[in-house]
């Protein structure tokens, strides 16, 4: 790095912080610097904050996407039948939850979605997706080619995004240094080396759902939901479709987009209060019960708070003609023990 370099990317800080918006190519230019490490840390750190600080346009988001996926991202054949869904939530948000996204995974997958899954370790939360899966069994420390065939063969895997097999470079040296929410929750999150086709992503913001519906159609998703829910009582938000109040939802197919709200109780569900669903703030306790939930035996406020995620899902996958019938392909999938077969599988083939 030369001190020419240095002040320049500093302008383009100078920029953000009076609230300017960079180009596409100027944002692929800044995070193409941070992935390769060019830049001292302390401008790497001041841009991160800054572009949040700001709010994050589509551009900014597609320009950051876009290096970490070219210069940071090992990336997977795709010889992968069928279409291949995500699903995760940004963070960012007030309120810690049960580990919905994890467990409605692998519901969805019982139920026939292929799920290609891309997480890191808890940032601005108590338990992230890969805390939780490798509390419960799953190795989150193996090669690429492990997870590929596990995606193959079981219809579910887990690419750990703070893993050097995965992002051998940048992500995982900054995400460890780090524990704010920043554009590497949206832009590093689609990184996912098996690029999806369809995905159901939750945002802490209300505010980045049109944006991040768009980021997800700009880059190659068909097919795509973006949902910021709400707790009733407190008037908080969360990066999941929530059971205890409504939820703002964006809906894509291609690049046309909808967006409406969506309550419990129009799916069928009663809705509860946050801290029947909430985190308990223990890792293994948030494992055992990860696993009565898969097996039918949890809480029901956790199971069904996992059937309407899950049941987005197949919605959003094409399996389930509406989000309701999805959540009542999930609930027969957890009674009949289909869903805890699927981890039990998963367990054996990513490790």
Same mark, same amino acid.
């Given at each position: 790095?030369? =001190? ?12 953000? +912080? ?18 390769? =490490? ?30 970490? =996926? ?26 810690? #939850? ?30 992230? #997706? ?67 086709? +369809? ?31 709400? @707790? ?37 569900? #009663? ?32 199971? @069904? ?30 009674? =009949? ?15």
């Amino acid at each position: 790095m030369n =001190n020419e370099s240095i002040q320049n990317f500093g302008g383009q800080i100078q920029r953000l +912080i009076r609230g300017e918006a960079l180009t596409r190519q100027e944002t692929y230019e800044m995070f193409r610097e941070v992935m390769l =490490n060019e830049q001292p840390d302390l401008q790497q750190g001041a841009f991160l904050g800054a572009l949040v600080a700001k709010g994050e346009t589509v551009d900014e988001i597609a320009g950051a996407w876009e290096a970490i =996926n070219q210069f940071d991202t090992v990336h997977v054949a795709n010889d992968i039948s069928g279409p291949v869904v995500e699903n995760s939530g940004t963070g960012m948000d007030k309120l810690n #939850t049960f580990n919905v996204s994890s467990a409605a995974a692998i519901v969805a997958a019982a139920c026939g979605a292929t799920m290609a899954r891309h997480g890191a370790r808890a940032l601005s939360s108590f338990c992230g #997706t890969v805390d939780i899966m490798e509390a419960v069994g799953i190795n989150v420390e193996c090669e690429i080619g492990t997870v590929e065939k596990s995606i193959k063969e079981a219809g579910i895997g887990l690419f750990n995004g703070m893993s050097g097999h995965i992002h051998p470079g940048a992500l995982g040296r900054i995400l460890s240094q780090i524990r704010f929410g920043s554009t590497l929750n949206i832009a590093a999150s689609l990184a996912n080396p098996c690029q999806p086709s +369809i995905g159901l992503r939750g945002v802490g913001n209300e505010n980045l759902l049109m944006p991040s519906a768009q980021v997800m159609s700009q880059i190659g998703y068909s097919q795509g939901m973006v949902v910021h829910g709400f @707790d009733a009582a407190s008037g908080d938000g969360m990066d999941e479709i929530s059971l205890c109040g409504e939820t703002k939802v964006v809906e894509f197919t291609g690049k046309t987009f909808k967006e409406y709200t969506l309550t419990p109780e129009e799916v069928g569900l #009663t809705r509860v209060s946050l801290p029947e669903i909430a985190t308990t703030n223990d890792l293994q306790q948030e494992a055992e019960r990860f696993k009565k939930v898969l097996a039918g035996n949890g809480p029901t406020a956790c199971i @069904d708070f996992t059937c309407l995620n899950a049941g987005a899902i197949l919605y959003i996958a094409g399996i389930s003609d509406s989000i309701k019938d999805g959540v009542a392909r999930s609930k027969e999938a957890i009674s =009949n023990g289909s869903a805890h077969e699927k981890l039990e599988l998963w367990k054996r083939l990513q490790n």
